[in-house]
């Protein structure tokens, strides 16, 4: 049959990604354990067309991810899908944004009951023929904070409120945080952590917890950003902090990129 999509286009315009997006796959993540995950993901792939070209080969886009999605994948494996990708379109550039849910046990404070905690997580990564992988790690992880000014000027008691750190990193070739590590670091510069299951005397601990830890917004934002100018290997990072205020109708935001200079 007529291969219209490798015919001849006399435009003269290359496209920078071409590919598909919203495929929803299982995938298999890999852990810091040693073993996987099977998580849903929902995922991008896309390669450059040169200007000589009508059109991509979809269908080996679904290929590839149907291969792939049966293989752990991590940061080694996410360069070698790409590494496959370039090879069987014909390409010289090929990107990838896997998103996903990751579940990390976590222990309630006092109780000792564990249970599973779900973080949004984002694997984004490119690679050009010949080069290296640039590689982008996104986690969204959610922490609970007690406000400052409240404490001070109330005579007991502050509010505060369930908030949100967008956080993405990108890492030296060759160097890889594991999701459970960044979440646990993230986690810690809040208030207090967040818990699926607490118990009374877990609730306890995290009310008062949060009580002797207050900060703003801008505190987390600032917090954040000094351990991620102390993580080995970073390159770049940015964060966003988010609070959905207990006593307002809007949230409290802050956001910072950063550039690190080692």
């Known amino acids: 049959m007529k291969d219209v999509q490798n015919s001849c286009d006399e435009r003269g315009i290359a496209i920078q990604k071409v590919g598909v997006s919203d495929v929803h796959l299982p995938f298999l993540i890999k852990t810091k354990s040693g ?19 009508k059109g991509t080969h979809m269908s080996r886009f679904i290929e590839i991810l149907s291969d792939w999605s049966q293989k752990p994948v991590s940061y080694r494996e996410i360069g070698n899908m790409l590494t496959d990708t370039i090879v069987r379109l014909h ?3 090929a990107h990838i944004d896997i998103h996903f849910k990751y579940f990390v046990e976590k222990e309630a404070p006092v109780s000792g009951l564990k249970s599973m905690l779900d973080y949004d997580c984002t694997f984004s990564a490119s690679l050009a023929r010949g080069e290296q992988l640039d590689f982008v790690l ?8 007690l406000c400052p000014c409240s404490k001070e000027i109330s005579q007991y008691g502050a509010h505060n409120q369930r908030g949100i750190m967008r956080v993405k990193i990108k890492q030296v070739h060759g160097k890889f945080i594991w999701i459970e590590d960044l979440a646990k670091m993230l986690e810690e510069r809040g208030s207090c952590q967040v818990y699926p299951l607490l118990k009374r005397e877990d609730e306890k601990y995290v009310t008062e917890k949060a009580y002797e ?9 600032r917090d954040l950003v000094l351990m991620l100018r102390k993580l080995d290997g970073i390159q770049w990072f940015e964060v966003e902090c988010e609070n959905y205020e207990s006593i307002h109708n809007h949230s409290a935001y802050a956001t910072h990129i950063e550039n690190v200079d080692k």
């Open 213 to 221: 830890n207050p900060k703003f917004v801008e505190d987390v934002l």
């Open 35 to 53: 073993s996987f995950q099977s998580v849903l993901a929902k995922i991008k792939l896309t390669v450059d067309l040169p200007q000589e070209f």
């Open 138 to 145: 996104g986690i969204i992880v959610p922490f609970t904070s």
């Open 91 to 93: 390409a010289k550039r």
